[in-house]
């Protein structure tokens, strides 16, 4: 039972355009959500977050969207570059026993075409 | 400036035989998080250290899997009688703590059960 769905699992894109990556929860007391970057053979690295009092939070090229009421994220990436190109997960987290550990989605593999 | 570091990179062992891999977190980091990211899938919760408490062991697949963490620092993830569906690859993360979520992860180890 996946609590964080990343229901597309790639995503090509040309370069210069917008990427749109969607994440969805089913976990209202998930309050913070975060997105991470992924290269071959390397660890995730983290990329941008949102609180839950949030509806956007803007970062250079990355935006992310948070929808409560739909419970619905999404990574924006305007303009996309070839170096854009990584696995990106979602994230999502909330008090559970006074930590906050994420719990992540699948992933959407995006590639970015010169 | 060190980051999350693991060892080994890569492992292959027999089916039945023990494994332990390794995880030096991020100096001063308090909290430190094992995952695993199986074929296709997502980064699966495994287990959770925070400081001096009692961790977080509710994502353990079962009792083959232990982890320790010496003196707030390293953490040795031990598996016991590995089996080949315990072929993933396991990442270790490091954060402030709790009220940090932004997770720091290593490269990861890369096991491989024959």
């Known amino acids: 039972d996946q609590q964080v769905k990343q229901n597309s699992p790639s995503l090509s894109v040309q370069e210069g355009r917008i990427s749109i990556l969607n994440c969805d929860y089913t976990n209202s007391m998930f309050d913070y959500f975060l997105w991470y970057k992924k290269y071959p053979a390397e660890g995730p690295t983290f990329l941008i977050s949102?609180?839950?009092?949030?509806d956007k939070n803007e970062d250079g090229r990355f935006t992310v969207f948070l929808n409560k009421s739909a419970k619905h994220l999404s990574l924006h990436i305007v303009p996309s570059q070839p170096g854009d190109s990584a696995v990106y997960f979602c994230a999502a987290s909330g008090r559970t026993g006074g930590s906050y550990i994420p719990t992540f989605g699948r992933g959407t593999s995006l590639i970015v075409h010169p | 400036g060190a980051g999350v570091s693991q060892s080994p990179s890569n492992k292959v062992t027999e089916k039945g035989k023990d494994v332990e891999l390794r995880c030096d977190p991020i100096?001063?980091?308090?909290?430190l998080y094992w995952y695993r990211q199986s074929l296709g899938q997502g980064l699966e919760f495994l287990i959770y250290?925070?400081?001096?408490?009692?961790?977080?062991k509710s994502g353990l697949p079962s009792d083959r899997f232990s982890a320790e963490r010496t003196g707030g620092s390293v953490s040795t993830l031990t598996i016991q009688r590995t089996q080949q569906e315990d072929s993933a690859v396991y990442l270790c993360a490091s954060s402030l703590g709790t009220s940090a979520y932004e997770q720091y992860f290593g490269p990861g180890t890369r096991l491989t059960v024959t």
């Open positions: 949102i609180s839950s009092i949030k």
């Open positions: 250290f925070q400081g001096n408490s009692a961790p977080d």
């Open positions: 100096s001063g980091h308090t909290a």
